[in-house]
């Protein structure tokens, strides 16, 4: 599955939230799925930096890509409309990776994970 992952970005620590993104996304991986994780874009803003407005329309195209939706604890008003779209587009809505089935046959059958 194409697992997208929403959760809190400005709100608090941004470093740590990019890094809870990070991490819960490479879990996902682990478990044999291909996650989006629209807090990397925190690298390109960066470098080149864009309006809000910029940013949701990337991360609601690349949300109809996916086939799930995992949202991350923590206050986030982008997260929750994330979850409302996805909901309207009749995806299943993960609270925690531990809820997430492995994928079968994992993508990495050869990985030591």
């Not at 996916?66 to 299943?92: K, N, Y």
Request: net charge negative; proline share 7%; charged share 20%.
């Amino acid at each position: 599955m194409k697992i997208y992952i929403a959760g809190p970005y400005t709100k608090g620590d941004v470093a740590q939230n990019v890094k809870r993104a990070i991490s819960d996304g490479d879990y996902v991986a682990r478990l044999g799925h291909v996650p989006f994780i629209p807090h990397l874009t925190h690298f390109w803003h960066m470098h080149h930096p864009h309006e809000y407005q910029f940013w949701i329309e990337q991360d609601l195209e690349w949300l109809k890509a996916c086939d799930a939706i995992l949202r991350l604890p923590g206050e986030s008003a982008g997260a929750d409309h994330e979850v409302e779209v996805a909901q309207q587009m009749g995806m299943t809505v993960y609270y925690s990776v531990f809820d997430i089935p492995r994928q079968t046959p994992n993508l990495n059958p050869g990985a030591t994970w």
